[in-house]
């Protein structure tokens, strides 16, 4: 998927101090409460946003723990909830086929439609990704923040 992000690091903490100092918390992240619950093999970082009323993308977040020889790799996996997909997936969609449209275009030898289309694509694909970078690039990066700070905690 486009939208998956993951992220390793090895943890000199064992894995029941890592949970320990995880569970249970919540971080606020541009005023939105995510909570930390443990799931049956790994730890889950889920957003509360029951009462938002305004649209946002937002993603779900596992920790894994895997203890190797007095170290621990804490692995961080973030992809976007099930029903924030359709939009994001629909506009890459979109750019794509407006690329194809551009391409069989500039071979035609239509110029003119070509850099039309091809500018249109370019600025709706460039707006679209820096909205996502501002908006659930930036959640994943600071929830994985969060999840690494802990281990600085005394």
Known sequence: MFFTRSFSYQSSLTREDLKRRLIGKHVKIHNLDFEVMEDEEA???IPHAEQEESIKTLPITWVRFNENGGKTNV??????????????QLVMIACA?????????????????????????????????VRMQNGYFDYVRKVRTYVKSKEAMA
Do not use: C, H
């Open 43 to 45: 730890l889950s970082i």
């Open 75 to 88: 692995m961080i996996k973030s992809e976007m909830r099930k029903f924030d997909q359709g939009v994001p």
């Open 97 to 129: 086929i407006i690329f194809i449209v551009t391409g069989v275009l500039y071979y035609a030898n239509e110029m003119l439609f070509t850099y039309i289309l091809g500018g249109l694509g370019l600025a709706i694909f460039i707006t679209f990704w």
